[in-house]
């Protein structure tokens, strides 16, 4: 009985992400996003209860891989397409009818990349303590929550700006960029931990100071340190 657990959590996933498409469809797309951080609470405890009861199934990974991309590349792909698409008829009526219009359509190679991201992560025996790559929940983060931190930054109501930010991330889930897993192995103060415990920390007080707002420029934190943190360990040959 206990094995069904972490795949009955993974499923609760897996509906979130539903929820959070047919929400973005409404047009309402904050309650959008809050769907996709209860999609990555789920994502979070399905793996830690697989953990504590000790049990893992090949249709485990299978179902987590195929949740995680509705809820981490569908589901944030349709708020940022149906937000794009009020940017876009905020532009002038010449760009209506020209192909141009097309363009908002492009943002499916989330989806779509976050497949590939995801295929090469159940085949990548690097990627059990780190990650290469954006990770997708990660980038679910930072898209779903452009229309929240539009309302304090006045630029991402810009559709270039958004278009640009998005596809651009989107890249980056199947970039060979090292990235820090916040999964911690011990709790002791060095080595990458101590990159962990700041990227907690700024997170943290991030969120208190700009509350939902706060989710994109947390990921950007996070992907700049990351680099940063990797640079250096390269140029001195740690």
């Known amino acids: 009985m206990k094995k069904h657990i972490p795949n009955t959590i993974t499923c609760l996933n897996l509906v979130c992400g539903c929820i959070s498409i047919m929400t973005s469809l409404r047009g309402n797309l904050d309650s959008a996003a809050l769907w996709i951080i209860m999609a990555a609470i789920f994502d979070f405890l399905d793996g830690m209860s697989a953990r504590i009861l000790k049990v893992s199934t090949a249709i485990g990974k299978e179902l987590d891989s195929l949740a995680d991309i509705v809820s981490f590349g569908v589901a944030p792909s349709m708020i940022i397409f149906v937000w794009l698409s009020r940017c876009f008829y905020e532009m002038p009526s010449i760009y209506h009818e020209s192909v141009l219009r097309w363009l908002p ?22 990627q059990h303590t780190n990650f290469i790559g954006l990770p997708t929940p990660a980038n679910a983060l930072f898209l779903a929550f452009i229309p929240y931190a539009a309302e304090k930054v006045p630029f991402l109501n810009n559709f270039w700006i958004v278009w640009i930010f998005s596809i651009g991330f989107a890249l980056l889930l199947v970039s060979n960029i090292n990235m820090i897993s916040l999964k911690f192995t011990s709790f002791e103060f060095k080595g990458e931990n101590i990159v962990r415990y700041v990227i907690l920390t700024l997170g943290i007080v991030l969120f208190l100071i700009f509350r939902w707002s706060s989710f994109p420029i947390i990921i950007l934190c996070y992907l700049l340190i990351c680099i940063i943190y990797h640079a250096i360990i390269k140029f001195y040959n740690i």
């Open 105 to 126: 359509y492009t943002l499916f190679l989330i989806p779509a990349l976050s497949a590939v991201r995801l295929a090469r992560f159940n085949m990548d025996e690097r």
